[in-house]
Nanobody, 120 residues
Framework: QVQLVESGGGLVQAGGSLRLSCAASGPIFRINDMAWHRQAPGKQRELVAAIMRGGSTNYTDSVKGRFTISRDNAKNTVYLQMNSLKPEDTAVYYC??????????????WGQGTQVTVSS
């Protein structure tokens, strides 16, 4: 079974930085798109940033210029560097990936989430 495991969340003061990591493991043949989403209390889950296998990226407007998504295909890992954090960035952050398994099946997988809390 393919699994995604996030790490790097925590508590930080406004203006600070955090780096999230998400490593995929299991019977992986190929990972296509990878992304970070977040869900704040009482709000819907939203896409924060996405990165294609070839490296092209897109970001939600509220994080442009502050967050950077990257990936290491050799390590099946996606990262989210978050700078100039604001209290409104507080949320549970989830990574997601579209994965083709060695059994020839493609599916979307999600991590368990990691809490990011930004204090004012």
């Amino acid at each position: 079974q393919v699994q995604l495991v996030e790490s790097g969340g925590g508590l930080v003061q406004a203006g600070g930085s955090l780096r999230l990591s998400c490593a995929a493991s299991g019977p992986i043949f190929r990972i296509n798109d990878m992304a970070w989403h977040r869900q704040a209390p009482g709000k819907q889950r939203e896409l924060v940033a996405a990165i294609m296998r070839g490296g092209s990226t897109n970001y939600t407007d509220s994080v442009k210029g502050r967050f950077t998504i990257s990936r290491d295909n050799a390590k099946n890992t996606v990262y989210l560097q978050m700078n100039s954090l604001k209290p409104e960035d507080t949320a549970v952050y989830y990574c997601a990936a579209n994965v083709w398994s060695i059994y020839g099946r493609g599916n979307d997988y999600w991590g368990q989430g990691t809490q990011v809390t930004v204090s004012s």
